[in-house]
């Protein structure tokens, strides 16, 4: 068996707050004891409850933020920071609007001090490999949310990074696009091999993506329990959510997760959660939890 891509070992993190009503600081633990590794080339997607420290857990692989306890390795030495071999997609596009979408791409290569003939063949590369050649010298305000995410995706692409880092990218987008979108991320995945850690409030769009899923905890965050996907579920052809399989799937997630969404809504409400006891919608439905 290959060693970890990426290991977490009892990692956790902690905020120092402001009081309630102007009181002392306090502190304030995002994740606790995470423990995982990444395998290299996988696709893993993490699922949660909100506020449970999934965005934390990505900046702290992104090196954006440094853990309080534990350590992360990326084959097998120690993240001390942003490196090139990490890129990360967030849910906001951050393309500037002056560039378009070639000289965006551009941008990354641009810093690290790529020649121009060299960047801009590698720009136009990714733009293919995102189906957006014809639109290289669109502005961002001449694009669809849907082409804005591949633009960025691509720039995060373009300087080759090892690992992928996915906050939540395609929650604003509509849910034709955002399927679209997975499909596409599906296969850049298969061509690039690259290793992908996918942060989703989607139940649906885990199982879509990832070969495996990770279920946090209510805050403090930690794994409750990583899904291996099966095969069947990952066909390049068929619609596996119309599979009973997917149904199956599905339900033994949102079973493990649901207990961890009421947590984190009786943490808020400060008392006994009314919906505690009983289904909050069908099954089939929350698709964002």
Same mark, same amino acid.
């Given at each position: 068996? +290959? =060693?970890?891509?990426?290991?977490?070992?009892?990692?956790?993190?902690?905020?120092?707050?402001?009081?309630? +009503?102007?009181?002392?600081?306090?502190?304030?633990?995002?994740?606790?004891?995470?423990?995982?590794?990444?395998?290299?080339?996988?696709?893993?997607?993490?699922?949660?409850? +909100?506020?449970?420290? !999934?965005?934390?857990?990505?900046?702290?692989?992104?090196?954006?933020?440094?853990?309080?306890?534990?350590?992360?390795?990326?084959?097998?030495?120690?993240?001390?920071?942003?490196?090139?071999?990490?890129?990360?997609?967030?849910?906001?596009?951050?393309?500037?609007?002056?560039?378009?979408?070639?000289?965006?791409?551009?941008?990354?290569?641009?810093?690290?001090?790529?020649? !121009?003939?060299?960047?801009?063949?590698?720009?136009?590369?990714?733009?293919?490999?995102?189906?957006?050649? &014809?639109?290289?010298?669109?502005?961002?305000?001449? /694009?669809?949310?849907?082409?804005?995410?591949?633009? &960025?995706?691509?720039?995060?692409?373009?300087?080759?990074?090892?690992? /992928?880092?996915?906050?939540?990218?395609?929650? &604003?987008?509509?849910?034709?696009?955002? =399927?679209?979108?997975?499909?596409? /991320?599906?296969?850049?995945?298969?061509?690039?091999?690259?290793?992908?850690?996918?942060?989703?409030?989607?139940?649906?769009?885990?199982?879509?993506?990832?070969?495996?899923?990770?279920?946090?905890? &209510?805050?403090?965050?930690?794994? !409750?329990?990583?899904?291996?996907?099966?095969?069947?579920?990952?066909? =390049?052809?068929?619609?596996?959510?119309?599979?009973?399989?997917?149904?199956?799937?599905?339900?033994?997630?949102?079973?493990?997760?649901?207990?961890?969404?009421? !947590?984190?809504?009786?943490?808020?409400?400060?008392?006994?959660?009314?919906?505690?006891?009983?289904?909050?919608?069908?099954?089939?439905?929350?698709?964002?939890?």
């Amino acid at each position: 068996m +290959s =060693e970890a891509k990426i290991s977490l070992d009892q990692v956790g993190m902690d905020f120092t707050v402001r009081g309630d +009503s102007g009181g002392p600081t306090q502190s304030f633990t995002a994740i606790a004891n995470v423990t995982l590794d990444v395998k290299p080339g996988e696709f893993l997607t993490l699922v949660g409850p +909100s506020g449970c420290g !999934k965005s934390t857990l990505l900046d702290l692989l992104g090196g954006l933020t440094m853990p309080s306890r534990g350590r992360i390795l990326l084959d097998g030495r120690p993240i001390t920071g942003p490196a090139r071999d990490r890129g990360i997609v967030f849910q906001q596009y951050a393309l500037f609007p002056w560039r378009t979408a070639v000289q965006n791409i551009e941008f990354g290569l641009e810093v690290a001090g790529v020649g !121009k003939k060299q960047r801009r063949e590698q720009a136009r590369h990714y733009l293919d490999l995102v189906n957006l050649s &014809a639109f290289a010298h669109r502005y961002p305000q001449e /694009l669809s949310g849907g082409m804005k995410q591949r633009v &960025a995706i691509a720039r995060s692409l373009a300087y080759d990074p090892e690992v /992928l880092l996915m906050d939540e990218p395609f929650a &604003a987008l509509d849910a034709q696009t955002r =399927e679209t979108l997975q499909t596409e /991320l599906l296969r850049i995945w298969r061509r690039t091999g690259k290793t992908i850690v996918f942060i989703t409030h989607g139940i649906d769009e885990a199982i879509v993506l990832g070969q495996r899923v990770a279920v946090m905890t &209510a805050r403090p965050g930690r794994i !409750k329990h990583v899904f291996d996907i099966p095969e069947d579920l990952h066909s =390049e052809t068929d619609d596996v959510r119309s599979l009973p399989l997917f149904g199956s799937v599905r339900h033994d997630i949102w079973t493990l997760l649901r207990d961890e969404v009421l !947590k984190t809504e009786q943490d808020q409400t400060g008392g006994p959660n009314p919906l505690a006891g009983r289904s909050r919608r069908p099954l089939e439905e929350p698709a964002h939890v």
